[in-house]
């Protein structure tokens, strides 16, 4: 149980699988954008705002901050500072490090859909892929459905549902906006 909660907080400390049409999303970023996003699934619920602190042509960087409780128990994350290529296009996958580790990545079906997040109607490109991977000789699969949007900022994710080992936790955006 303890490594499915830990796979679900880090789920909101690295960048996502991009499905905008842009081939980098952050570089249309400023200084001082930022997204919130609320995490739940079972016995957990938190909170991630991702927030950009620094932008020039060739990198970004923005802080992530997390708190959230699971079975009552609060915990705030350490503050955590991610940084972006801009001169390359995005991989997410990559960025994920999801290549690693013998991590098999298939994509499974896509779509376009209208959620409603932060109070607002997106239009949505969704994807859905399964990640398998093998650890301490035990199969690992990890479902993945991601709506991405290119109104909201920095990736453009706007809901992402998670399920490993009957466990699906829901990280969905709660608000945007910039300083």
Do not use: H
Not at 125 to 131: I, V
Not at 153 to 177: F, H, K, N, Q, Y
């Amino acid at each position: 149980m303890r490594s499915a909660l830990t796979a679900a907080v880090l789920v909101c400390f690295v960048p996502t699988i991009q499905g905008a049409d842009d081939d980098n999303p952050y570089r249309n970023a400023k200084v001082g954008d930022w997204v919130k996003y609320k995490m739940t699934g079972k016995n957990m619920e938190g909170s991630t705002k991702m927030t950009v602190t620094f932008k020039d042509d060739k990198e970004l960087a923005f802080d992530v901050a997390a708190s959230f409780s699971f079975m009552g128990n609060e915990q705030v994350a350490p503050v955590q500072t991610m940084k972006i290529d801009l001169t390359k296009s995005y991989d997410a996958v990559s960025a994920a490090n999801l290549k690693a580790n013998n991590v098999k990545i298939e994509k499974l079906d896509e779509g376009k859909q209208t959620l409603k997040a932060a109070g607002k109607d997106y239009e949505t490109k969704w994807t859905k892929f399964r990640a398998t991977t093998t650890l301490n000789e035990q199969v690992i699969v990890t479902d993945y459905t991601m709506w991405f949007c290119k109104d909201v900022p920095l990736s453009g994710l706007v809901r992402m549902d998670t399920t490993a080992s009957e466990i699906t936790t829901r990280l969905e955006l709660i608000g945007s906006g910039s300083k």
